[in-house]
């Protein structure tokens, strides 16, 4: 390449060279932070335990002392712990924050100043833990159907009394990824999840099923 001889072409690449480098000590030596706010996740948490009942209900679809018990019991009895990064208290919060809503991680990650790998990684952990409580706790009792239940043995519409309780199904809004929504895709026209499950008299769900796409 030969040298120009124009001296204000060589300014001109003098200045592009250095725009370059300005560009390259901000983005990787001198970056600003992303997650600088000080108002942390486990911060807004505790406001929210400590605050109105209805802003924990609003915030998590469930009262603080449910939130409180469930706590306790993944913790007990399911492994959860925290980490260096993330409290197991913040963990079940963003956990269930984003449930609630049906949060995007971007909108997530900001809420709770961590970056989006890792929201999505403790997410997974989380998703794990409720994972094997939900065997535990969504099952038929033991010996529940040796008899009638007593709720429908006078009945003679359930007549021959084989009945052991309800079953439904429900389609909830579903996150997919672009590339992978049109089976998803139902009658609507957004992406749905198909989700059933089954109940005793007493309200009680002794069988769910999730995971079916769209429509029928």
Known sequence: MS???????????????ARLIEL????????????NDHHTGNIWLMGMLQGN?????????MDKDVFIRLFDELQKNYGLKGSRRM????????????????????QAHD????SGETMSRYF?????????????????LE?????TPKEILPDSRYMPHDCIGAIDGIHVQAIVSPSNQIPFIGRKGIPTQNVMAASN?????????AGWEGDP
């Open 3 to 17: 040298i120009p001889e124009d001296e204000d072409e060589i300014n001109q690449i003098i200045c592009v060279i």
């Open 24 to 35: 390259c000590y901000v983005k990787y030596i001198h970056k600003t932070p992303c997650m």
């Open 53 to 61: 009942e209805s802003r924990c209900h609003n915030m998590f679809r």
């Open 87 to 106: 409290s197991a208290a913040e963990m079940l919060g963003m956990f269930l924050n984003i449930l609630g809503h049906g949060s995007a991680n971007r």
């Open 111 to 114: 809420c709770f100043q961590h």
């Open 124 to 140: 997974s952990i989380l998703l794990d833990v409720v994972c094997r409580l939900a065997v535990d706790v969504i099952k038929p």
């Open 143 to 147: 010996n529940a159907f040796n008899n």
């Open 201 to 209: 008299f007493d309200m009680q769900f002794i069988f769910a099923c």
